[in-house]
């Protein structure tokens, strides 16, 4: 299934919603809890699709595929590299990526999603598929000059609108082998298999419950695979994630630039 987050008009409040083609029907309650569907009346394209999740913590790993460790000369780390994202960075579906005038470097990053529907301290691998909600696509935009000036990523990372999150939260998903794409204005970027994944997803899941409770609505990025690159104003991002869908943004130039 299909869970969207979704308004009818700007004022009103955000409801879930459950996709069927190009309808939604409304969820009652939340998806974190067990709910009823209504039936699936409303057009998709009358309705603004938001960000899938107002996620509490933004949990990500850095050098998750062994390419793009390479191309950043990094080391193939032994165990996960975990970093935060603020919530303040979510943007949804078709808004805006904004380049901060701090940075003359911003970079897209497309990455697998793991949304977290029940809370878990200490799970193992083969117990951490009973966290999972379901999976989406984001785009860690990183401020890679910022990046690699700073020993801390808060700041490359951290910037409101650095990350793109949606169009929805898919339920079903065989993370084995899917195929992670990124492309700029058409042009492919960046293009791999959660195959190649260093940590796949049971581990990385294990590993964060180890260190801090998860709670539904926190999420995780598993990583970019490599291919990444600069980002202009004009410029169209998109991330496609094989048995999800895509996510586009558009990228503008802060308005506190000039
Ligand atoms: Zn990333």
Not at 240 to 255: C, M, Q, Y
Request: aromatic share 6%.
């Amino acid at each position: 299934m299909r869970i969207v987050r979704f308004q009818r008009e700007p004022t009103d409040p955000p409801s879930w919603g459950w996709v069927k083609e190009d309808r939604i029907g409304v969820i009652e309650e939340s998806p974190f809890e067990p709910f009823r569907r209504q039936e699936a009346l409303l057009l998709m394209d009358k309705v603004r699709l938001l960000a899938p999740v107002t996620p509490g913590k933004i949990v990500c790993v850095g050098w998750n595929y062994l390419v793009h460790a390479d191309e950043l000369n990094a080391e193939v780390p032994k165990v996960p590299l975990l970093f935060l994202k603020p919530p303040s960075s979510v943007i949804g579906p078709g808004q805006a990526i904004r380049l901060p005038p701090q940075s003359n470097q911003v970079e897209h990053e497309g990455e697998l999603v793991v949304i977290i529907g029940r809370q878990g301290r200490w799970v193992s691998p083969d117990e951490s598929t009973q966290l999972i909600l379901g999976y989406s696509i984001a785009n860690d935009v990183t401020a890679r000059d910022l990046q690699r000036s700073d020993d801390q990523w808060t700041r490359a990372k951290g910037f409101d609108t650095f990350c793109p999150l949606g169009p929805w939260i898919e339920t079903e998903l065989d993370t084995s082998d899917t195929l992670v794409k990124c492309s700029v204005n058409g042009q492919l970027r960046q293009m791999a298999s959660t195959r190649d994944m260093i940590f796949p997803v049971r581990e990385l899941i294990a590993f964060i419950s180890s260190i801090m409770t998860l709670e539904p609505g926190d999420i995780i990025l598993t990583g970019t695979p490599a291919g990444v690159g600069k980002l202009n104003p004009g410029d169209e991002v998109t991330v496609e994630i094989e048995g999800i869908g895509s996510l586009t943004n558009p990228v503008r130039e802060d308005a506190h630039s000039k």
